[in-house]
């Protein structure tokens, strides 16, 4: 952080004198961090070995050549036709390999069959269907 000041200062010389300050230290940190751009940051804190690693979303994550090489993001069509990728099978099989072969069920797709296995007959469920309960 090129901050030697820190290093030297009483309210930082322990653990204990640390804790205590750990909402400053955090502060100093955080806002160091922030005012650094994101390769520079990597950089400098992997040659002091200090270990780093970016927080991503969900859209930088699924760029990653890494997530593409493994296929870790499936494109799956969905019933009514569209295509929405889905996070495949973390384990790679080199002689069986494992795709997703279909996408999520539409909602209440599983409704007649779920009702059956638990026991409520077609009347029933035509009741509850009548007075949109189901």
């Known amino acids: 952080m090129g901050r030697a000041d820190l290093a030297t200062h009483a309210d930082y010389a322990t653990a204990k004198t640390r804790r205590r300050r750990r909402e400053h230290i955090n502060r100093l940190v955080a806002d160091w961090v922030g005012a650094q751009p994101m390769e520079s940051l990597l950089s400098r804190c992997r040659a002091e070995r200090v270990p780093i690693a970016p927080v991503r979303t969900y ?20 019933e009514e036709g569209s295509s929405a990728p889905i996070t495949g099978p973390a384990v790679k099989f080199s002689r069986a390999p494992a795709r997703i072969r279909a996408g999520a069920p539409a909602l209440g797709a599983h409704t007649e069959e779920i009702l059956r296995e638990i026991g409520i007959e077609p009347a029933e469920a035509a009741s509850l269907r009548e007075r949109g309960i189901i």
């Open 59 to 78: 859209a930088d994550a699924a760029r990653d050549p890494h997530v593409r090489a493994r296929e870790m993001l499936q494109n799956v069509e969905q």
